[in-house]
């Protein structure tokens, strides 16, 4: 017993989140703050530089959790979770009040996520690891180091321009957050071509630009020569990571005839579907908490819900 008090007496436990969180009595009590070394509660990034600063020759074991709301999941992916990036080798978990289980395989991280009760247990049978605060390093980020902007292409037919507007407002500009500068959307007056430029010149410039092309694929693009084009020309250019594929309610995947887009395609009627935008573009929405994207997400499929009663 007293081999396992002098173990947890040496163990510093660093929760990241709202103060509100932390200051509610049913959290309180599921931090035993008695058992270890310290409990440290931050919200910001800065405040944490302080404590590393403090503490970082110290001979001190280090763990790092970051609170997830269940209702809400924010806190993961939270602009806090990359800012630790800047410290090399920092291992991060997340923590949640209850149900670890279903909300580590909502954020995708089963094996990384705990109940305040947990980490207890956790520690005790050393599958929950802490580590040496001097393993962990701060990176300096260079001021001057190069940022690729990205900037995405949108192809669509004009036909298509309600859906597509929608989609853009309610998941690509709400959800994600990514300013309109870095978009090209003809059919939308705050992203289309500035007026005056002469159109296949502003349209190539655009194709030789971009970092992520979007297509929405129905039958009206099928139909469509430029839309075709373009797509041939992103298709050539980019990796087909960088290639997002939409594929309209009026289309069956097998029908779309010129790629095999059965498992990278994105349904926009189907949630689940819609969801792999953010999870498998998270590095590109990266400034985004998945709560955010969620409601973005919502608003689009009430449009679609709505559009179905007349046309799309």
Known sequence: MNGTIDYLKKITVVFFGEKSYFESEEIQKMIPEELFEKVETFQTIDDFDVFYEKNQNANLLLIVFIHVEAATLAGYNSKIQLELKKYKNLVIRWVTRTNSDIIGKKIHQPRNTYTYREIYDGLMDRTLVPQKISDIKSIER??????????????????????????????????????????L????????????????????????????????????????????????????????????????????????????????????????????????????????????????????????NKAKKGSL
């Open 142 to 183: 260079k001021r001057n180091q190069k940022h690729i902007v990205p900037f995405i292409f949108f192809s669509h037919s004009s036909k298509d321009e309600k859906v597509v507007n929608a989609f853009f407002k309610h998941i690509l500009r709400l959800g994600h957050g990514i300013p309109k500068r870095d978009f």
């Open 185 to 304: 959307i003809t059919s939308n007056n705050s992203t289309s071509l500035i007026t005056g430029t002469n159109i296949p010149n502003g349209l190539r410039r655009a194709l030789q630009k971009m970092t992520i092309f979007i297509q929405y694929v129905s039958k009206n693009y099928k139909e469509s020569e430029v839309c075709l084009n373009e797509m041939g020309a992103a298709w050539i250019k980019l990796s087909k990571r960088n290639i997002i594929v939409l594929k309209a309610p009026d289309i069956k995947f097998n029908e779309i005839g010129f790629l095999n887009l059965t498992n990278i395609g994105i349904d926009i009627t189907n949630r689940k579907s819609l969801e792999k935008l953010f999870i498998d573009h998270k590095e590109l929405f990266k400034n985004v908490d998945i709560s955010d994207f969620n409601e973005g997400v919502s608003s689009f499929l009430r449009y679609i």
